[in-house]
């Protein structure tokens, strides 16, 4: 086909170049409308907004990085940011068949699973589709060494995921003191850091589909406790 003759940057570019608004050219006017620009998170005009904050966070933390890591659904953010410190990858996913998981298990249910075993576990975007999420807190607790540490993100300010609603698995948005509380059943509070991203333009370019890169660093890095975009969470399990 004519199209595998493009290198595959030159096609997303042309892509992102004919969406509408053009990538980059949005205007105020534009966003008054009941549709969103993209109903893919902004994905197919560049990187999403919640992307953004995921990986500033990733990148803050790679130094927790280490040893043997899990993360959930793939290990694209174990290699990316881990990189050499990780001696052994692993990932879980809920569905059997998944091409990259060495470990199929509910998150919620993971008796199966060893205890101990992890240096890092990397949860991003996952408990919202989790209803116990208490139970899968636990879990991640369960499943890291002493002094072992998770990364984990989780929605505030977003849209409904409708083929997961489809699935009956798109349960929670969370705040940052639902974070707080939740995985202090799990981890000391002193052991615990628990923060938001995002701001009200932030949070309206996300809900549209905006990327990313058609916001400026200085309006994507201003931060606005009232609208949570995206909490993090660095849950430390302390050495016995």
Not at 51 to 59: A, D, G, K
Not at 63 to 86: A, K, M, P, Q
Not at 106 to 122: E, K, M, R, W, Y
């Amino acid at each position: 086909m004519l199209r595998n003759l493009v290198p595959k940057p030159a096609r997303k570019w042309v892509l992102r170049q004919t969406r509408w608004p053009r990538v980059g050219h949005v205007q105020p006017a534009d966003l008054w409308r009941v549709a969103p620009i993209s109903r893919v998170w902004g994905a197919d005009r560049g990187l999403p907004v919640d992307r953004y904050y995921i990986e500033r966070f990733l990148q803050a933390h790679a130094v927790d990085i280490h040893g043997r890591v899990l993360e959930i659904g793939d290990d694209v953010y174990t290699r990316r940011f881990g990189g050499n410190l990780v001696t052994h990858s692993d990932v879980l996913h809920v569905e059997p068949g998944s091409p990259k998981a060495t470990m199929v298990a509910d998150l919620a249910t993971a008796g199966h699973v060893p205890s101990q075993l992890f240096d890092c576990i990397i949860c991003l975007q996952t408990l919202q589709y989790i209803f116990d999420v208490p139970a899968a807190i636990h879990s991640l607790e369960r499943l890291l060494k002493p002094d072992g540490v998770a990364l984990v993100t989780v929605p505030g300010i977003s849209r409904i995921d409708r083929a997961a609603m489809a699935r009956w698995i798109d349960y929670w948005r969370f705040t940052t003191l639902s974070a707080q509380r939740l995985f202090a059943d799990a981890f000391p509070a002193t052991h615990l850091t628990v923060q938001s991203s995002g701001n009200v333009l932030a949070a309206l370019a996300f809900l549209h589909g905006l990327a990313a890169e058609e916001l400026a660093l200085a309006d994507l890095d201003f931060e606005d406790p009232d609208y949570q975009v995206v909490i993090q969470v660095r849950a430390v399990k302390p050495a016995k």
